[in-house]
């Protein structure tokens, strides 16, 4: 299976036309088309419902998309590594980011590197922490900021020095938004929209036994679209401060939990982890700006083993 086949692929898959991929490809239709006959038989699926005027991608099909992007991605990633392995600090850098304050503190640091190192350049994917520790286990991230503890055997890490606050964003109408803050009793019987990260993390320390019985109306893993949900009248949802917009004119409110529940926030780095200059740099800066990194004793970062 050749990686040009399967970039040839995923044109397609994404336009979702034969015809058009050839064109963006600057292919003729019949070559692609060959193309594409030759990957089917190679693997001895399906992997296009061909219509009409476009073409679906079978279970088959999107099943290899997924691995696809994968494998282009780690390649393509492999490449800009050895590329920016010459000495000069300057290239990629690819961090996971949790939907977190404490974001907040890493892009300052971020824009240090790059007033300092003009060549970096920042490549962001958003998830939750399941999301990123998969993509750093597959080399796809140097980088990933998560808010939750961190699986020490797997991963160095790097405390960063602001916690986020749980709290519920509510409509400002709600009868709970005359309160300063929220309580589990007042929750109970509350239909909610919770972050499925925060249920098994997060949620057991303030609603304990009771958490089984909340009336769960959504769940998500990224917070805007849980917010577009409470303006659409489903519930309340429980998020960090400061990640959806409450101010006049919203016609949100947030109130924070009470006892008082954080979530710790980490930058975390696989063992073993070979840096590019750009994310040496990146890293050596986030540790004079926060402190030393985890007990386990990871060493200096710079192009090797970390």
Known sequence: ??????????????????????????????????????LEDELGRTLF????????????????RKRAEDILGMVDKTKAEFRDLDGTVGGEVFLGCAESE???????????????????????????TEDLTGDLDKGLLDLAVIAQPVEQAKYHFLPIPLADVWGAVLPREHPLARKRRLTARDLEGEALIVSRQGMLQDYPKLFGERQEKLNIAATFNLPYNGSVLVRAGLGIMLCFEGLIDTGEGSGLCFRPLWPRLESEGNVIWKKRQVFTPAASALLEALKTSFGPADSAGAPPARPGEV
């Open 102 to 128: 404490g974001m907040k503190r890493v892009a300052q640091v971020m824009a240090q590197v790059k007033a300092a190192h003009p060549g970096v350049r920042f490549h962001l994917k958003s998830g939750n």
């Open 49 to 64: 419902i061909r219509h009409s005027f476009h073409i679906e991608l079978t279970q088959e099909g999107m099943l290899l």
């Open 1 to 38: 299976m050749e990686l040009r086949t399967l970039r040839y692929f995923l044109e397609i898959a994404r336009e979702g036309n034969m015809t058009r991929a050839a064109q963006r490809l600057y292919l003729s239709q019949p070559a692609l088309s060959r193309q594409m006959k030759g």
